[in-house]
């Protein structure tokens, strides 16, 4: 059973929006969740994350004022609304889960992870 099933990624213009979803299941509905993307010969980028309750928000730098994670428990599922893209979001996106954090940023400390939706900003 897949923990995380991301969508809503596409082909979007400059300076344009798109919001991401990603189901949660299993342990991975009570965790905090989170999403990172990786660019074509890139390492990947920790972006959002969000504790349980919501009590707890980080962003990345370089998506901070643009982007907005949320979730809504009652459909386990996490959000991420971007706003603005640039050429430079484009990447695959993936959400995570991790039941237990030190470093929000740090990807090797989430346990599960979803297979990735593609957003590509186009100029």
């Known amino acids: 059973q897949k923990q995380l099933v991301e969508s809503g990624g596409g082909l979007v213009q400059v300076g344009g929006s798109l919001r991401l979803s990603c189901v949660a299941s299993?342990?991975?509905?009570?965790?905090?969740l989170g999403w990172f993307r990786q660019a074509l010969g890139k390492e990947r980028e920790f972006v959002a994350a969000?504790?349980?309750?919501?009590?707890?928000?980080r962003y990345g730098n370089s998506v901070k004022g643009r982007f907005t994670i949320s979730r809504d428990n009652a459909k386990n599922t996490v959000y991420l609304q971007m706003n603005n893209l640039t050429p430079e979001d484009t990447a695959i996106y993936y959400c995570?889960?991790?039941?237990?954090?030190?470093?929000?940023?740090?990807?090797?400390?989430?346990?599960?992870w979803g297979q990735g939706t593609q957003v590509t900003v186009s100029s």
């Open positions: 995570a889960a991790a039941e237990i954090l030190s470093r929000w940023d740090a990807g090797d400390e989430y346990d599960y």
């Open positions: 299993g342990r991975a509905s009570t965790s905090a």
């Open positions: 969000i504790a349980w309750k919501g009590s707890t928000i």
